[in-house]
């Protein structure tokens, strides 16, 4: 049984930075596209960043590109979300999600991952 494990968030003032990991067992982690979402109160889960199995392709969310990095490590079935100048709107629990199905793009779109990990919570004080 595939699971995700996520760690690293916590409170930090506005311009801060943190990185979140998200541990992947139960199968070949290098089979799978990873991705980063988040949801706020009140609002709906949102795509933030992915990466695909070898790590070639990035897509980030408009509101993130230039703060947010995505990386994985295959060795350490670890993929990492490094984010930087961090604002009060970026409050909100991060969830990482493996797509399994071996397929090249990145997907933005929450469906097409299947595996999710239970969160953490990223707040941003201004």
């Known amino acids: 049984q595939v699971q995700l494990v996520e760690s690293g968030g916590g409170l930090v003032q506005a311009g801060g930075s943190l990185r979140l990991s998200c541990l992947v067992s139960g199968h070949t982690f290098s089979f799978y596209t990873m991705g980063w979402f988040r949801q706020a109160p009140g609002k709906e889960r949102e795509f933030v960043a992915g990466i695909g199995r070898s790590a070639t392709i990035t897509r980030y969310a408009d509101s993130v590109k230039g703060r947010f990095i995505i990386s994985r490590d295959n060795a350490k079935n670890t993929v990492y979300l490094q984010m930087d100048s961090l604002k009060p709107e970026d409050t909100a629990v991060y969830s990482c999600?493996?797509?399994?199905?071996?397929?090249?793009?990145?997907?933005?779109?929450?469906?097409?991952?299947?595996?999710w990990g239970q969160g953490t919570q990223v707040t941003v004080s201004s």
């Open positions: 999600a493996a797509d399994s199905n071996f397929r090249v793009p990145v997907f933005t779109v929450s469906a097409e991952y299947q595996y």
